[in-house]
């Protein structure tokens, strides 16, 4: 069974609070959060505030921060006191990706690592045990709205392949280009989180039937 994770990146900030409670209401468990640095991504997003106030809106909710900021291990634990309860780094902007997981982990929160459409699933084979998710990117990062890239859907099953030959638990989290028309393929493939942005908040369906709706044509994965 697949889970939807609104993200947050194409909500309308003026209506941050009524937005993530419509989610909510309509069945979001995990609520997404990219933060993105200028560097890393050419975008610049918002940091550890609106983090805090995601929480304090949702207390309840699974609060996912992707992280995509250059030297992210410098980050972790003004995160994770902000109330992250998943923090996804990138393996592209990271050298120490034990120190970087051991950090997460003492601070008693989810690790995961975030890899980008061209990075391999290969990249994550030595840690993959330590971790609780694995992120696949499947549009270049740095902006909603984009489409999905080709060749995705075999990344996906790559991985849950492998997951599955070693008898891990670990999570697929797959983000970015999912439209009504892809939603249920992707979770076929083996996905089990997914990241949703302009297809929750950006068209005139009331976010809290949009979030219902899509939850449970994802359901049967
Ligand atoms: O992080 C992203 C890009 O860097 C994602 O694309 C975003 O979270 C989801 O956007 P959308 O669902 O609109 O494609």
Do not use: W
């Not at 840690?127 to 998710?133: F, G, H, Q």
């Amino acid at each position: 069974m697949a889970k939807l994770a609104p993200s947050i990146l194409s909500c309308d900030f003026s209506r941050l609070r009524e937005q993530l409670l419509a989610a909510q209401a309509g069945g979001a468990e995990v609520i997404h959060v990219d933060v993105m640095d200028g560097h890393f991504v050419p975008n610049i997003t918002f940091g550890v505030p609106i983090v805090k106030a995601v929480k304090k809106i949702l207390p309840q909710a699974t609060i996912d921060v992707h992280l995509m900021i250059e030297t992210p291990r410098r980050y972790i634990s003004e995160f994770a006191e902000a109330g992250a309860d998943i923090i996804s780094f990138h393996v592209e902007a990271e050298r120490d990706f034990d120190a970087t997981i051991n950090l997460i982990k003492k601070h008693g929160k989810k690790a995961a690592v975030a890899l980008c459409p061209g990075t391999p699933v290969e990249f994550v084979s030595e840690i993959i045990s330590k971790l609780e998710m694995v992120l696949l990117l499947t549009v270049n990062p740095g902006f909603g709205g984009q489409t999905l890239l080709p060749g995705m859907d075999e990344k996906i099953l790559k991985l849950r392949r492998e997951i599955a030959r070693r008898g891990l638990r670990t999570e697929i989290e797959i983000d970015g280009g999912v439209k009504e028309e892809n939603i249920e393929y992707l979770a076929s493939r083996g996905a089990s989180i997914i990241v949703a942005g302009s297809l929750v908040f950006s068209d005139e369906e009331a976010i809290e039937e949009k979030v219902r709706r899509l939850s449970l044509k994802i359901k049967p994965y």
